[in-house]
T-cell receptor, first 113, second 114 residues
Framework: GENVEQHPSTLSVQEGDSAVIKCTYS??????FPWYKQELGKRPQLIID?????GEKKDQRIAVTLNKTAKHFSLHITETQPEDSAVYFC????????????FGTGTSLTVIP | GAVVSQHPSWVICKSGTSVKIECRSL??????MFWYRQFPKQSLMLMAT?????????EQGVEKDKFLINHASLTLSTLTVTSAHPEDSSFYIC??????????FGSGTRLTVV
């Protein structure tokens, strides 16, 4: 089955700096890679996703890059703000209805004011 | 669109009793629902996958007789933790997907067994 690794497990940045979280996956059949933000005790919220036919996607301060050959994808947050502090999870899936998501181990991001 | 409701949001039960958690898709037909368990500061661990009208498929290491999953309709799946013990205390969260609808999480249930 799919194995998703995520690094780092914790990350602290100064407000205004950029944050980068990296994930690798093992199954070349995976073709959909979402990123979730989870605040304490709440459900994960989808913040951005990318499909395997795209190399990069950007939404305001958030961007995701995908390298299919190397089987890794990354989340980039620019101009970080204290409200960006949360746990972030990457996931990999085969994008068909009913296929499960395999989650990374999570990154706890702290943005220091 | 794509709203998934999960109840209860938190529950405290005595050791040895059973607890039922409901996961409902409110505005779409959820052909598949997933149940996850999350320990503090850890990732979501898939427990089982349920397809409407079929028996759930459990991940390795998850006791199917202890975590009973029912997906009797296209809008409702239930997880029953039977004979709960303190080590079952955790955050349980469901997610649902259906044709034309992405992967949507429920709000989660904090279970505390005392």
């Amino acid at each position: 089955g799919e194995n998703v690794e995520q690094h780092p497990s914790t990350l602290s940045v100064q407000e205004g700096d950029s944050a980068v979280i990296k994930c690798t996956y093992s199954d070349s059949a995976s073709n959909y890679f979402p990123w979730y933000k989870q605040e304490l005790g709440k459900r994960p919220q989808l913040i951005i996703d990318i499909r395997s036919n795209v190399g990069e996607k950007k939404d305001q301060r958030i961007a995701v890059t995908l390298n299919k050959t190397a089987k890794h994808f990354s989340l980039h947050i620019t101009e970080t703000q204290p409200e960006d502090s949360a746990v972030y999870f990457c996931a990999a899936s085969m994008r068909n209805t009913g296929n499960q998501f395999y989650f990374g181990t999570g990154t706890s991001l702290t943005v220091i004011p | 669109g794509a709203v998934v409701s999960q109840h209860p949001s938190w529950v405290i039960c005595k050791s040895g009793t059973s607890v039922k958690i409901e996961c409902r898709s409110l505005d779409f037909q959820a052909t598949t629902m997933f149940w996850y368990r999350q320990f503090p500061k850890q990732s979501l661990m898939l427990m089982a996958t349920s397809n409407e009208g079929s028996k759930a498929t459990y991940e390795q290491g998850v006791e199917k007789d202890k975590f009973l999953i029912n997906h009797a309709s296209l809008t409702l799946s239930t997880l029953t933790v039977t004979s709960a013990h303190p080590e079952d205390s955790s955050f349980y969260i469901c997610s649902a997907t259906g044709t034309g609808y992405g992967y949507t999480f429920g709000s989660g249930t904090r279970l505390t067994v005392v």
